[in-house]
């Protein structure tokens, strides 16, 4: 998968700015517990197609509302025109969580600052 298809870095952004409304609404919510989102929401979004059955989805206050909307973002996007496929999406949420990683390492919501600025 190219991350310089113009389709991939419009679904990055697309996560990216429900993240930024998830900041807004949910003063707790960290760097750390999005990027445990951003993992709950990998195991969901397999769930949902019908995989990875006995792993379990965290529920936690702070991060339902990011793993609801990568999976919402997912399964609008998944087997559309643009042929998306579950392991491509994947790595588009890996690909997000890199950024979430590196960005953390400048404070507890740093990330938070990154995309308000660039989203």
């Known amino acids: 998968?190219?991350?310089?298809?113009?389709?991939?870095?419009?679904?990055?952004?697309?996560?990216?700015?429900?993240?930024?409304?998830?900041?807004?609404?949910?003063?707790?919510?960290?760097?750390?517990?999005?990027?445990?989102?951003?993992?709950?929401?990998?195991?969901?979004?397999?769930?949902?197609?019908?995989?990875?059955?006995?792993?379990?989805?965290?529920?936690h206050s702070a991060i339902n509302g990011i793993v609801a909307h990568v999976v919402a973002v997912g399964s609008a996007n998944i087997g559309d025109a643009n042929n998306l496929t579950l392991k491509d999406y994947i790595s588009i949420v890996n690909y997000v969580k890199k950024s979430v990683v590196r960005h953390s390492t400048y404070g507890p919501r740093a990330y938070y600052d990154f995309i308000r600025n660039y989203v």
């Open 1 to 59: 998968m190219e991350m310089n298809n113009d389709f991939h870095i419009d679904l990055c952004k697309t996560i990216e700015s429900g993240f930024s409304a998830e900041y807004d609404a949910t003063p707790e919510l960290t760097d750390a517990l999005c990027i445990v989102g951003l993992d709950n929401s990998i195991i969901a979004m397999k769930q949902s197609f019908g995989f990875a059955q006995n792993e379990a989805v965290r529920s």
